[in-house]
């Protein structure tokens, strides 16, 4: 296991509060998650996808926390992954998962999601990049988000894994400019300052130019002409 | 002016649109979802289309299906025969305000239908539209906007606003008006080459008119040039004769004219031409004679210059000769100066050089005299170095002694002040201790207390507990005993309403007189079977009400003990709590007495000889505090401090001078070493030099003497050197002065001879005969005078001729010319016509300069468009990128695909377009060519949802989604619906989503539950004669869910 990893858990574990008090809810610790391991091995396979293959039974992950975020029906499960024995140490985690999976009520187990750490300095490894592919895509159980740590990681690794769970806010638009939504609205409006054409021209012109029909070019070139001889 | 709050929408009615007959559908007034589940064809995509037509008054889908609008026609329930579909919605804003939108379409029995009625799309605009939002919209676009921020159709190419379908996933432009703007482009770019080829026409046109004008003119001014002929009076002569006269002048002047012979039959052309011929001869000999005149004229002054230089050329040769003897004297009275320079310059050489050595000898000998005198002076000075350095030695011993004393008392009362301070932290520890004493005391009561406390609890909680048990076993008595009541009252019920039916046919059909029973046959008195049936009537009603009065009681019963039981179920939790909060605290007292029972000074001492313990302790270190307090006191500190101050100052001063003084000490040793070894080294190399002082002195005379006498002959030497030089000098200088007098007469010579040459060419170049006089000049002139007065009466002759000529011609041309322009159409009344042609010149002018300026004017137009799209891609683009990335990362799961851009065109054909481009393995690819259809709509997704947050243009936050998820896996169908419940919980928005799969139906529900979502879940279940059968569902209050912050 990778020294760092429950520093890493818990810095992971302190984003996640926070952005879990951005909706209002309260992250703690569940116990009866974290010591999950009672469910006979038919009784975790009656949770898998008809498709996917028997899952053989493991010990839990040594260091593993589990957190539940009240008033929700949400819990969060964290773990590592270890480099030397890569298999060894996913199954665990898919093990334990699906142990905690079978002691959450039915009708709340929509919402398990697991959080795994990979070591340290694994952030630029196309071969991790490649297990993080394969454990987010698997459907077993619950969501996986998987987090490559830089060799020093930063608070800013966390944000960026977090954007793209379930805690993700991509809807703050601060940045915009103001500006009408209409591009030629606003040449009309106060853009159009030509020295050929007056506003009222400039306006004509626009709404014949923009009509779907525009009957061919000839036409169109005698319809802008005639719009200048008219305000002449 | 206040800012319109927010908007809902409350309730949606459908009428005969599409495959619906009637809905009606409330939604409730705030942030929701509504699921919209069922297999496909019952009428999901149809309920869009409904809100989509009632907002704006098309469907875009049908409307590009159609090729175009789409006819009303279509939009009617098939079959229904209703004349008319109608969409209601009913929205409310924060504070309570009410809107509506009504749209209404009526369908005549023939001809084509009209417009819709109803709400028209101005006001739903404005309705709509945001005060708060700084993305301004007109109303032109309704529909553009609501498919940029709030309609997700089904349809792919109809996910945002496309160029065509080719192209749906490659270029999707987010910007409502995008299309209209891009069409603007396009159609101004090709106007431009037709309003090119249009203001050539009538550029055209206008040549034309000015030559039509200029032609009549023409002919105008013809016309009266006849008319002037006409007039004329004057010699008429024939061509023939003219040709004869122009022959004689020929010979007269010497100038003949080709072909003048060889004219047998005389036409006007020939005669023309000839006096043309003559005419151009003739002026050109004139020509030529006058550029004869002024070339003359330019020689003029030729004839005297020629002789003047002639006179200088003769008059500068004895000059020169006297100059050269001169010169010849000059140069050997310099040779014989150079020659003494020489020998003086030797002489002087020699004289400095015993000038040097009698000087170096004399600096020699002084500096030995100043060596022996800094002998005498630094002795001196070391004595007096030694005495100083022996006395501040002293000194300063004497300082050391007192200061040592000094430091020692003060140290002893800093010791002092440390121990104080140490006494001082036991006294605090040994407060603190007691403190602890005390608060273990306390503790250890309140644990006490608490855990008497947390018994009752227990106790309670037990107690609530049976109580809640004894409830629900009575609820379940309850229960079993209405079951069995409503069993048994449903069989007696069953029974006596066949009863009452038989009773019933008794009582109608028994008349008074009647005694046999018709259902048992039994044989009753006369009237007895009828008031029997009458009062069987009465039995029965009661006896059902009986049964009704007894199942309401119970039912009262049982909800009595529900209630009763959820009360205990309340109080359960609370004492529940209670227990726990109570054992917490427990936990917490005991540890704090733990902790208090592990302070140092209490350790292993119980009660009460802990206490005693730390008081004694206190008692003692409060003695040992006061009397240090007391010693303390009494040291006068401030005058010790100075004491030892003004010590350590003067020490530091005297060992200052004692340092200054062994330094001098050595500086002077050092000077007299110097000194010393200066004398010795110069002895070595001038032995006679040590010697006594009187020697020296001796010494220094002669050589003081010796410099003298050589810097004088030195000097003599210098000033005779100086005096040839100056000769020799002055002596080149009168060499240089007459060569250059020689050299500038020469020049000057050569210069004259030069100018004679050139003269005699001109002259002899413009066929003048020699001598150069002016006599020649003046009789040239006057022949060419001659010659240019007889042929200037030529010409006048030869123009009589030509006029003669003309009048011949007129005549004869006179009558054919009127004819042709008298049938002139309007020469009668010309001046009309002039005016008319006129006229059309201004109009074809005006209508060119229209033309030119639409022309320039759509070149500006580009410009201005191309500033406000580079512009618009800057403002309204760029933060949407940002967003749509955040969103993909959100959305995307796979993350080599997070580095989509929406990337625009700044100043480009569709620079107001967006292109998502891939950057995968190092290339730019599009989007198209890699991604999946999965992956693509989770594209357009992430696209609409920025836009939804980019431009927030509407007071109605919705997003109208149909069937987003349906190419996708569950873990990117899990990450929309994470997304979406979000937008509805944290920014308040309504959504309306549908899905055909009923599973994910009923995940989509446990995921809004998770986090407290209200849902409606209208659940298409079939078609009936009404349209979609719909079961709707929801559930709305989520208390388990805290209001964000």
Known sequence: ?232 | MSVRPELFATHLSIENFRGYGRLDLEIPPGPCAILLSGPNGLGKTSLFEAIEWGLTGTVKRLDEVAGGRIDARELLRKGSGADRFEVRLAFRDRVGKEERVTRTQIIPATGAPGNSLGTDVASVADLLRSDESRWSVGSTNISDYLHLTHLHAQVARLRLVTFNAKQRWVRVSPLAGAERFERVRLNLTNAKGAMSRLRDEREKELSFALERERTWSEKVARFSQLQDLRAAAGQIISPGEVLNRVYDLSLRHGIPVAGLQSVTEVTLVDAIGTIREFRIALEAAQRADQDRSLTIQGLRATPSQYAAAQAERDAIAPTIAKLEAERTDVSAQLQSYTESVGRLRAASDEAQRVRDRASARHALVTAAVRDRADVRRVEGELAEAEAAFTAAQGALEEADVGLRRKREEVEAYDARIRTREEVRGHLVATTAAIRALDERGATRRAFEAEEARNRLLSESLHDVQQRRSAVATELAGKTELLASVQEEFASVRSLTERLQQAVVVVAEHVAHEDTACPVCRTTFEPGRLRSLARESLGVVEPRIREFEGRITALREEQDALRKRELALKADERKADADARNSSESLSQLGKRISELNAHPLIAGRPEPEGTAHVTALRTQQSGELARLDREIAEIDTDRLRQAHLDLSVTGEKLRSDRAAAHERRNARQTRLEEVHARISQRHAEQPDLDTTEQRLGLLLQAAASGAALASEAADNAAAALANARAAEENAMRVLATTKEREDEALRRQQSSAASMTAMRERWIASSLPEPIVDTVLDSTNESIAQRQRSRDGALRNLNELSGALERWKGTSDLQALDLELRSEQGMAQREEHTKHLGAAVLQAQAAFETAKRARDASDELSDALQRVATDYGERALRPFDALFRRYLRALVHDERFHGIQATYKGGGARSASLRFRVDLAGSDTDAELILSEGQLGEVSLAAMLAASATFPWSRWRALLLDDPTQYNDLIHATALIDVLRNLVRRAGYQVIVSTHDGEQAAFLKRKFDAVGVPWIDCRYTGLGPDGPLISVTSRLEQPQVATAS
């Open chain 1, 1 to 232: 296991m990778d020294d760092s990893l429950p520093d890493l858990a818990e810095a992971l574990e302190q984003e996640l509060r926070a952005r879990a008090m951005l909706y209002g809810w309260t992250a703690v610790t569940n116990p009866q998650l974290v010591e999950a391991g009672n469910a006979s091995l038919m009784t975790l396979l009656a949770a898998l996808p008809h498709s996917t293959p028997p899952l053989p039974p493991r010990p839990p992950p040594r260091f593993r926390r589990a957190i539940e975020l009240q008033p929700s029906s949400l819990n969060l499960l964290v773990c590592g992954l270890d480099d030397a024995d890569f298999i060894h140490s996913y199954t665990s985690a898919l093990w334990w998962t699906g142990q905690a999976r079978v002691a959450i009520p039915p009708g709340k187990r929509s919402d398990l999601h697991l959080f795994l750490i990979a070591p340290t300095g694994t952030r630029d490894s196309p071969e991790w990049h490649g297990r993080r592919s394969e454990i987010e895509t698997d459907e077993r159980f619950c969501r996986k988000f998987v987090w490559l740590p830089s060799a020093a990681p930063e608070p800013a690794e966390i944000e960026v894994l977090l954007d793209r769970t379930f805690l993700a806010q991509p809807w703050d638009a601060n940045s915009a400019q103001p500006t009408a939504l209409d591009p030629l609205e606003r040449l009309v409006s106060d853009e159009y300052k030509g020295d050929l054409l007056t506003r009222e021209e400039a306006r004509d012109w626009l709404a014949r130019l923009g009509t779907i029909d525009a009957g061919g070019s000839p036409q169109l070139a005698e319809d802008l002409v005639a719009i200048l001889e008219r305000s002449s």
